[in-house]
């Protein structure tokens, strides 16, 4: 998984703790450094890591600790708690309601895997009983449309586009009207891959957005996009209300940082993260769990899940076996 190179540094830096005899401020100040060291070279944005070494510092007052206190635990569990907080923004995300038509807009760089997203992201929301279309409304890229089409057929998934058409909000509002008419409850519109520097592309983004009215604008990111994420992040957010991210290709590179600095640019929680090039390599984004994972700590969230479900499975159990004729 990309940025587990980031995780086992901040590990490392953590576990340095249990080395050293007496918890003080030096050796506070140099786990700080190490972490903030992981965090730049992973092209997470430097306002966010000077973020993180402050509300640390501020946090934890090592020198006024009581004597009992496990300093390492309170200082480990600081460092967690921010990166949790960099990677949440403090709002919800939009949610798609059932028996409605809920119209979502993705947009994103040209080569962030927006396209491939889309059909998972469709897919995901159909096996969770969503009547789920595509829509698109890419008449930029060549083959766009070839490449929706037939992740859809694959998928099974309907889809609408043209082959003649050029006006890219034409085609979205034809499309997002016929399938509201066909009482589709999650209609993705799927748009043109752009850069910050193309101000034709980013007016047409606007004015699909126009045409469409969408109740949610997913931006999608490429996890190795680097130090360059923040600022394109913040030009899609100057243009369209982008309401939450979905990181792609967390499976591929070192330097995943970038992506999380995106979080702070939008002010949009992530909800998804692509991990694989297959349909079914997409999964929601739950913080605690991530972080736990990239620290090399496991999903603790999941496993917490899982032996809740087991309580309850093995309570169910005692009770037939105590009373066989009573419903489960």
């Known amino acids: 998984m990309v940025l587990a190179d980031l995780g086992s540094k901040i590990a490392v ?4 703790m249990t080395q050293t005899t007496i918890i003080d401020q030096t050796v506070m100040n140099d786990m700080l450094s190490e972490i903030c060291k992981a965090l730049l070279q992973a092209d997470v944005n430097i306002a966010q890591v000077k973020h993180l070494r402050e509300q640390v510092k501020q946090g934890v007052d090592i020198e006024q600790m009581a004597g009992g206190i496990n300093k ?25 309601k059932k028996k409605q038509a809920n119209v979502i807009m993705f947009v994103g760089l040209q080569g962030c895997g927006k396209t491939t997203t889309c059909t998972k992201y469709a897919y995901m929301m159909k096996r969770k009983g969503f009547k789920c279309a595509l829509v698109c409304a890419d ?21 609408y586009g043209s082959y003649t058409e050029t006006d ?24 043109s891959g752009r850069h910050m520097q193309e101000q034709a592309l980013f007016e047409e983004m606007e004015q699909v957005s126009l045409a469409v009215d969408p109740d949610d604008v997913v931006f999608v ?8 994420a923040h600022d394109q992040a913040s030009a899609f957010k100057g243009k369209v209300a ?22 702070a640019a939008t002010g949009a929680p992530i909800t998804h993260v692509g991990t694989g090039e297959h ?9 605690k769990s991530f972080v736990s994972r990239m620290l090399g700590k496991g999903n603790i969230a999941g496993l917490m899940e899982k032996m809740k479900q087991a309580d309850v499975d093995l309570e169910k159990q005692v009770r037939y076996t105590t009373h066989p004729y009573s419903p489960l």
Do not use: W
């Open 279 to 287: 349909i079914e390599d997409f999964e929601d984004f739950e913080v």
């Open 221 to 228: 990111m490429d996890s190795s996009i680097g130090q360059a």
């Open 242 to 263: 982008v309401g939450s991210c979905i990181i792609t290709k967390l499976d591929g590179h070192a330097k995943g940082g970038g992506a999380l600095s995106a979080v």
């Open 139 to 159: 008449t930029f890229r060549a083959g766009a449309f070839d490449q929706l089409k037939q992740n859809a057929t694959k998928a099974k998934i309907p889809f």
């Open 168 to 191: 890219p909000a034409m085609i979205a509002a034809e499309g997002v009207d016929k399938f509201k008419e066909e009482g589709y409850e999650i209609i993705i519109v799927d748009t």
């Open 72 to 96: 390492r635990k309170v200082l480990e569990q600081s460092v967690i708690n921010e990166l949790c907080s960099m990677l949440d923004p403090g709002r919800l995300p939009y949610a798609p």
């Open 13 to 16: 830096a953590l576990r340095k």
